[in-house]
């Protein structure tokens, strides 16, 4: 079996990019490939702000109905976790003070490189055609991601745990190896958290990076 098969015969993502293996208590420098995602923007707290939960609830119909197409085309693969972009104009929203109100995000879910842009836009379509239309359809785009240079780690555990080991990344790790911090803070969430115990969520943690040398 390929290595980026699951035992069900399906194209696993998960398997094939080196950006979805990391270890708690580990900080890891990688390089990211240019990746294309179906995505959704907003801002507020994920708890309470209605435009996430719209948010979700827009992607995942748009993701497993081309998820299907691309399956009658002979090409079945798992729709991979669901992954979020996370900013702040004062990052310690994200460290110390954890002010969620304050969040922009992006939520995003990964899609195989044969995707095309076509194929989307049918997909958008069918879901439109639907009698629960998503409340957010018009807002799904397709773009790619160029994060290059990245150092992440997996984070176990409650969301709102996660401060003290960012704190460690942007302060410790990231500027001792000759490096700054470029991009936009980067989770993917390997549990569902609707049905997973909050001490056993596994979060991987990831923030595009610059050498200061260069």
């Not at 993502?13 to 240019?34: E, K």
């Not at 939960?53 to 399956?71: I, N, R």
């Not at 991009?183 to 115990?197: C, K, M, P, Q, S």
Request: hydrophobic letters at 40%; charged letters at 25%.
């Amino acid at each position: 079996m390929s290595p980026d098969v699951s035992p069900a015969g399906k194209v696993d993502l998960r398997r094939s990019i080196d950006g979805y293996r990391a270890r708690a208590g580990q900080f890891r420098i990688l390089d990211m490939p240019r990746v294309a995602y179906l995505m959704v923007d907003g801002r507020g707290d994920p708890n309470t702000a209605p435009r996430y939960a719209d948010a979700l609830a827009s992607l995942y119909p748009v993701a497993y109905t081309l998820k299907f197409a691309s399956k009658g085309l002979g090409r079945d693969y798992v729709v991979p976790p669901l992954e979020a972009l996370w900013w702040a104009e004062d990052m310690t929203a994200f460290t110390s003070a954890r002010d969620k109100s304050a969040w922009s995000w992006t939520v995003m879910l990964l899609c195989p490189e044969w995707i095309t842009s076509a194929m989307v836009d049918d997909a958008v379509g069918s879901c439109r055609a639907k009698r629960d239309v998503p409340p957010l359809l018009d807002d799904v785009r397709f773009a790619s991601l160029d994060e290059g240079t990245c150092v992440q780690t997996l984070h176990l555990g409650p969301y709102d745990d996660e401060g003290p080991v960012l704190a460690e990344l942007h302060g410790r790790f990231i500027p001792q190896h000759g490096l700054a911090m470029s991009g936009r803070h980067h989770e993917i969430y390997l549990n569902d958290a609707r049905r997973t115990d909050p001490a056993k969520l596994r979060t991987i943690l990831r923030q595009p990076v610059v050498r200061t040398d260069d």
